[in-house]
């Protein structure tokens, strides 16, 4: 009787990995994987491809502990509000904004061009509507409310970066994607057209309306399917046009790559920087928010803006432990911070005002 009860126990939990898997290779939301041409010419085009995944430049854990213990702070009490956005409009070449949607999504608006960063507009950071990662603050608008977008940026494959059905909104009113190498191919499962993609290696470039485009490195890693993990490369951007300079580190740990930012392409006037769902489990993939200032620091930003946080709960610590720290730790290092709200668009003039603590009033 005990080996039959075992044996039908071993039969379903065959057909539940076996559900799985074939979801994994066969859901449009999960992505396809890059197959052996592609993996030969990203070999031809980076060192940091070999045996068949990418790597980082230093030999790295992701997962490197035990790990914090579960806040229950973890998420607010109440929905995060955010605000209407009030996108310019008809900008000069000297007009530089910000837009937070929450979380690492966010509009720049770069002379005339706009250039959307990460976004995700779903409720969930998740391959499905129904399980995962569920958003804890308002959206302040549809991806249907969004201006026109000349360049959008995805920084790696995670579902909290790149999301399957925000792309599918919007691909037709994209004029280029920027991308690391491997999501050119998830975006042509997706639909985009491949005249639209530009897919680079770290320090490569692509000049898009007057903006250069330079995907940066980071200590991070990828994986839409965890059976095929690090298939697709991950980075920073890095845009310049005859006016401004902004650097977007992309999610990673903190290393010397923002010294080398600095001294390949120039002092960034606006960092936005990852500052959330760190974990000394993985303190190798993430940065803490003291580290997150000291990036700032070595790429000599004249003012950070943290993201990776206030939307989405992946981490133990408190929802607002991030923005606490990196707000007493940029104090201390004397580096102006701007902690604008959610949906708030701001100006490079208006965030020197974008000081206040506005997560307090928030349980």
């Known amino acids: 009787m005990f080996l039959k009860i075992l044996l039908a126990v071993l039969i379903v939990l065959l057909g539940v990995l076996a559900a799985v898997a074939a ?41 490197t502990g035990s790990g914090y213990p579960a806040s229950d702070r973890r998420t607010p009490k109440e929905i995060l509000p955010a605000e209407k956005p009030a996108f310019l409009t008809g900008a000069g070449e000297e007009a530089l904004s910000y837009t937070w949607f929450g979380h690492s999504s966010f509009l720049l608006q770069l002379g005339g061009t706009n250039i ?29 409310e969004l201006p026109r977008i000349d360049v959008l940026f995805i920084s790696h494959d995670h579902y909290d970066h790149l999301d399957y059905a925000t792309v599918r909104a919007i691909r ?78 992309g999610d990673g740990g903190y290393w010397e790559v923002f010294k080398s930012v600095r001294e390949r392409i120039g002092a960034p006037e606006l960092m936005i920087a990852e500052c959330g769902q760190y974990d000394t489990a993985w303190a190798d993939i993430h940065m803490f928010p003291e580290q997150t200032v000291q990036a700032g620091l070595d790429a000599g930003c004249a003012r950070l803006i943290p993201v990776h946080w ?19 730790a940029a104090e201390e290092a004397g580096l102006p911070l701007a902690v604008p709200r959610i949906g708030q668009t701001v100006t490079l003039r208006d965030l020197a005002a974008c000081t206040d603590p506005w997560w307090e009033n928030i349980r």
């Open 116 to 144: 959307l960063v990460d976004p995700v507009l779903s409720d969930r950071s998740s391959p499905v509507g129904f399980a995962g990662p569920k958003r804890f603050s308002e959206l302040p608008l549809t991806a249907e």
């Open 23 to 63: 979801f994994l290779f066969a859901a449009p939301s999960v992505g396809r994987t890059p197959g052996r041409a592609a993996r030969e010419h990203y070999a031809a085009r980076t060192p940091f491809f070999t045996g068949g995944r990418f790597h980082n430049v230093n030999e790295v854990s992701t997962m």
């Open 310 to 328: 206030g939307s989405f709960c992946i981490c133990n610590h408190a929802w607002d432990d991030s923005v606490r720290r990196v707000t007493a």
């Open 172 to 249: 037709d009113r994209v004029g280029a994607f920027v991308v690391p190498l491997g999501i050119d191919e998830i975006l042509r499962g997706w639909g985009v057209a491949p005249e639209k993609i530009r897919a680079l290696a770290w320090w490569e470039s692509a000049e898009l309306g007057g903006v250069r485009c330079t995907l940066t490195p980071a200590q991070h890693f990828s994986g839409r399917n965890p059976l095929r993990a690090n298939s697709t490369l991950w980075g920073g951007l890095y845009l310049e046009n005859a006016r401004h300079r902004v650097y977007y580190t």
